[in-house]
């Protein structure tokens, strides 16, 4: 029809308009702009880090603690609700869309709360471990004692938050927002559970002197972790007699 029409009126072009096709143009230009979002964010978040802590080598292995709850978590996602890997539980909230897959939206809505989310919890711990290390604490002890400080507080903030987001699973209508409900509440069970409690700790722990690289750190004075038994004693010694003194003196 375009090329008859042009025949006549050269300059003749036909568009056309309906919601679908708004829609349709909505997610080609959301879709085409998400990975540049995805990037710009990761790095002026990576970039605050490094320059807080003064390392700049700490956010590359934090990098790897935000890539593995968002593919776990997406590909989560796609195996309840596309391959209907939990339809046997019988509730509405988990149950597959089949061919539709996830909801163009729930990306969208959820990257940047999923990376938000994960540097949260490890800026949370690896400041611990900084304060650990600065007071004296060897590279691997303060990772140790900067994880049980830290422990209880991320583990009961995850618990809040996932219940809370739990909620969108099981009482919403939206298919759409069971799937975000969803996306949520795993990422957050996943991030508190393993990847903090096993992943940061383990990637702070290859060549810890890079953590803090190049700021200069205190030697370290409290080391137990790798050290024979009698060592250990003896550190123990070292350090109720440090705090005796120390009473002692303020008295």
Known sequence: MQEKGQKTIPDLKYYMFSPASVV???ITVTRSALPMCFLVCVLIC??????????LLVPFKLFVTVIVPITWTYGAAFFVYEDGALESWKMPGLLPTKNDGLDWTV???????LIGLALDYDFFL??????????GFGDRESIQLGLSATGGTISAAGLILGLT????????????????GFVFVFSIIVDTFLVR???VPALLSMSPWLNYWPRKMPEPRFE?????????????????????SDDSDSA
């Open 197 to 199: 409690t096993i992943a």
């Open 165 to 180: 987001f739990l909620a969108l699973v099981f009482t919403s209508e939206l298919p759409m927002m069971n799937q975000q």
């Open 224 to 244: 137990w972790l790798g050290q024979p038994q009698n060592a250990r004693t003896q550190l123990r010694a070292g350090s109720l007699n440090s705090i005796a």
């Open 107 to 113: 990306p969208v809505f959820s990257l940047t709360f």
């Open 24 to 26: 349709t143009d909505l």
């Open 46 to 55: 990576f970039t605050l880090i490094a320059l807080w802590f003064s390392a």
């Open 126 to 135: 690896f400041e611990r471990v900084y304060e650990f290390r600065m007071q």
